[in-house]
C-alpha cells in the first residue's frame, strides 16, 4: 500500500441467537495492511442487561 491506498474492515451481521447461546461476529479485512491493524470493539447492555449473567463484557483490541 502506497500512502493514500485504503483497505475495507467489515463485519458480518450475524443471524438470530437462541437465549443461552454463543453469536459470532466475523471481522475480515480486504486487502494486506502493511504493519498490520488494529480493531476494538467492546459490548454493552441492550436487550441483554446483565453482564455476566446475561452477557460476558468485553472490551478488548
Same mark, same amino acid.
Given at each position: 500500500?502506497?500512502?493514500?491506498?485504503t483497505? &475495507? +474492515?467489515?463485519?458480518n451481521s450475524?443471524?438470530?441467537v437462541?437465549?443461552? =447461546? =454463543? %453469536? &459470532?461476529f466475523? +471481522?475480515? %479485512?480486504d486487502k494486506a &495492511? @502493511?504493519g498490520?491493524?488494529? &480493531?476494538n *470493539?467492546q459490548s454493552n447492555?441492550?436487550?441483554a442487561? %446483565?453482564?455476566?449473567s446475561? *452477557?460476558?463484557d @468485553?472490551d478488548?483490541?
Amino acid at each position: 500500500m502506497t500512502d493514500n491506498d485504503t483497505a &475495507v +474492515v467489515s463485519i458480518n451481521s450475524p443471524t438470530a441467537v437462541t437465549e443461552g =447461546n =454463543n %453469536v &459470532v461476529f466475523t +471481522v475480515s %479485512v480486504d486487502k494486506a &495492511v @502493511q504493519g498490520g491493524f488494529t &480493531v476494538n *470493539y467492546q459490548s454493552n447492555d441492550g436487550t441483554a442487561t %446483565v453482564a455476566g449473567s446475561d *452477557y460476558t463484557d @468485553q472490551d478488548r483490541s
